[in-house]
T-cell receptor
Framework: KQEVTQIPAALSVPEGENLVLNCSFTDSAIYNLQWFRQDPGKGLTSLLLIQSSQREQTSGRLNASLDKSSGRSTLYIAASQPGDSATYLCAVTHNQGGKLIFGQGTELSVKP | NAGVTQTPKFQVLKTGQSMTLQCAQDMNHEYMSWYRQDPGMGLRLIHYSVGAGITDQGEVPNGYNVSRSTTEDFPLRLLSAAPSQTSVYFC????????????FGPGTRLTVT
């Protein structure tokens, strides 16, 4: 059974720091991995989608990498800002279908 | 495009009542799904649909019904609400079944007393 783990569960950093969020999964038979952002009381916003054949994707200050063989993904946030404060979720799509399996999330707080 | 929309935003039910959570998307997506989000449990799949007229169960389907009569709409029915169904419910859609980006609605926060 596919399991997705995110470490750490919470992270607090000062503004301007570069930071890395980690996501690991137990079964490498995935279609893709998606990173989401969730603000308190809100829905999920898709940040980056990495297909299983890709190694990384970039959008602005965000860079996500994927190492399928080791079952790991990282989300790198450059020059963090207070507006980046949110919960970040990773989810994998198993290659037997379109169902997303989520990690528990990392709650990020960026202090001014 | 409005994307994925959900109504209502908030709802309070008494135990035993029934209700329908509405979900609609205007992107002509074939694949739609419902998740619930609970503290400590993360997001779990309730039901999904790969197209109009086709639905299937996810991880936690008990107590919920779905149907998909049109491409745009995918309502979730609570047959007889229980306190264990207190949760935040999210609807999602993607182009089709498989390796495609999924888009989520804003959620419905449901409390069952």
């Amino acid at each position: 059974k596919q399991e997705v783990t995110q470490i750490p569960a919470a992270l607090s950093v000062p503004e301007g720091e570069n930071l890395v969020l980690n996501c690991s999964f137990t079964d490498s038979a995935i279609y893709n991995l998606q990173w989401f952002r969730q603000d308190p009381g809100k829905g999920l916003t898709s940040l980056l989608l990495i297909q299983s054949s890709q190694r990384e994707q970039t959008s602005g200050r965000l860079n996500a990498s994927l190492d399928k063989s080791s079952g790991r993904s990282t989300l790198y946030i450059a020059a963090s800002q207070p507006g980046d404060s949110a919960t970040y979720l990773c989810a994998v799509t198993h290659n037997q279908g379109g169902k997303l399996i989520f990690g528990q999330g990392t709650e990020l707080s960026v202090k001014p | 495009n409005a994307g994925v929309t959900q109504t209502p935003k908030f709802q309070v039910l008494k135990t035993g009542q029934s209700m329908t959570l509405q979900c609609a998307q205007d992107m002509n997506h074939e694949y739609m799904s419902w998740y619930r989000q609970d503290p400590g449990m993360g997001l779990r799949l309730i039901h999904y649909s790969v197209g109009a007229g086709i639905t299937d169960q996810g991880e936690v389907p008990n107590g919920y019904n779905v149907s998909r009569s049109t491409t745009e709409d995918f309502p979730l029915r609570l047959l007889s609400a229980a306190p264990s169904q207190t949760s935040v419910y999210f609807c999602a859609s993607s182009y089709t079944w498989g390796p495609y980006e999924q888009y989520f609605g804003p959620g419905t926060r449901l409390t069952v007393t």
